[in-house]
Structure formats: C-alpha cells, structure tokens
C-alpha cells in the first residue's frame, strides 16, 4: 500500500540538470579562482529628446531671484456676481424680499465674463463669473415665479373677496358652504 507520492509538492524529479536557474533559485559563486564572467552593462535607454516647447528649464544661479508665474487679477464684477447671487438666495427666505437682488447678480455675471473674455488672459475670476451668472439665472426665475404666485393671489381676491375669509374657508374645507 502506497502512503502517496515521495515528493509531497507534485514536483517531478528533473532527469537532466537545468541550463538555467529558476526564477528566485539561490545562486552559488564559482569555486575561488575559477574564471568569472565579464560585467556587462544594463540596458540603458537614450535620453529623452527635447521637447520643441521653447526654452529647457535652467536653474538661476545663486542669488539670483526666481521667476515665477503669477494669476491675473480676479475681477470685482465676477466676485460682486458671486455675493449678490448668494446674498439674493440666502435672503429669499426673508418673504422673498432678497430675490430682487437676483437680476443683478445675472447682469453682473454677464458683464464679467464678456470683460474676462475680452481681457486675452489679462483678468481672472471666470468661475466666480459663471457661478454669479447662474445663481442670478436661479434667482430670477424664483422671482418670476413669486411674482406669478401673488398675481395669481390678487386675481382670485378680487373675484371673490370671501375667498380668504377664516369662516368661508373653513366651511369649505368641510363642504358646508351655504
């Protein structure tokens, strides 16, 4: 009766000797005085070309200042678009009242991004631009919205003026209007 293979791994015995050594297999030095291979040189790879993009990148010398890119100047109006834009949202809850600001912050925004787009890169701040603009688009049509709302309101009190009463709306409610 056999217990299972002598070699417990699976591995089969090699019946020649390898020409190679495995992967990750320990090396053993050649005995002291044999001949040893000569070194050979990695691979090593051409430098990168230069790029044609302008001039390579140099270090200043010692004491030199370091030239820098600086952003343009943001301008007031992107920002001016921003505040009011939030300023107009926030304050909506206030009956409305903040809305109002809402147009302006759409104009502002407008007005800033033509004078960004027609700076050539001298101004900045097209973010805050658009973000002023679309909050004043946002804005706008809440107002425009509100506006329909109490048209709507005056219409309806001006054709029935019991339509707001507390009794009459009461008996509404429960369909016992007479």
Do not use: W
């Not at 090396?27 to 790029?51: L, V």
């Not at 809850?93 to 991004?113: I, R």
């Not at 048209?151 to 016992?176: H, K, M, T």
Request: glycine residues 12%; contains cysteine; proline residues 13%.
């Amino acid at each position: 009766m056999t217990t299972g293979p002598e070699n417990p791994y699976g591995e089969q015995e090699p019946t020649e000797p390898p020409t190679h050594q495995p992967y990750g297999a320990p090396t053993t030095p050649p005995p002291y005085g044999a001949p040893q291979q000569p070194y050979q040189q990695p691979y090593q790879q051409a430098p990168y070309p230069q790029q044609g993009y302008g001039q390579p990148y140099q270090q200043p010398a010692y004491g030199q200042p370091v030239p820098y890119v600086t952003a343009p100047p943001t301008d007031g109006l992107a920002l001016g678009a921003l505040i009011t834009g939030i300023a107009a949202l926030v304050l909506s809850c206030a009956y409305g009242v903040g809305l109002l600001a809402s147009p302006v912050a759409l104009v502002l925004g407008k007005v800033s991004m033509n004078r960004i787009a027609r700076s050539q890169g001298q101004l900045g701040g097209r973010g805050l631009a658009v973000a002023g603009f679309v909050l004043g688009i946002v804005g706008t049509v809440l107002l425009v919205l509100a506006i329909a709302v109490v048209v709507i309101i005056i219409i309806v009190a001006i054709n029935d003026p019991d339509a707001f009463d507390d009794a009459s709306s009461a008996a509404a409610l429960v369909g016992l209007r007479s």
